[in-house]
């Protein structure tokens, strides 16, 4: 059964940073193209960055210069590293691979206070 794992949420404060991390099962993350999604409170998912198996890299425009998405395809895994983030920021982090064909994992909170 693929597995999705999220970690490295937390609470912060704005302009701060975190590291997320994702832990795919089997050879998810080397295969695919991996996207970060977030969910806030009373909102839709939405995809935030994108990387293909060759490391091409894609951003949403609310996330564009702030947040650097990578790979490492020898520990099947991926990473978002957020940089000065904001309260909008907050929201549960999920990944999954672009478009999302896998069961999606528990996420990741992040919290941003202001």
């Known amino acids: 059964q693929v597995q999705l794992v999220e970690s490295g949420g937390g609470l912060v404060q704005a302009g701060g940073s975190l590291r997320l991390s994702c832990a795919a099962s089997?050879?998810?993350?080397?295969?695919?193209?991996m996207g970060w999604y977030r969910q806030a409170p009373g909102k839709r998912r939405e995809l935030v960055a994108s990387?293909?198996?060759?490391?091409?890299?894609n951003y949403a425009d609310s996330v564009k210069g702030r947040f650097t998405i990578s790979r490492s395809n020898a520990r099947n895994a991926v990473y978002l590293q957020m940089n000065r983030l904001k309260p909008e920021d907050t929201a549960v982090y999920y990944c999954n691979s672009y478009p999302e064909n896998y069961y999606w994992g528990q996420g990741t909170q992040v919290t941003v206070s202001s």
């Open positions: 089997g050879s998810i993350a080397t295969l695919n193209t």
């Open positions: 990387i293909t198996p060759g490391s091409n890299t």
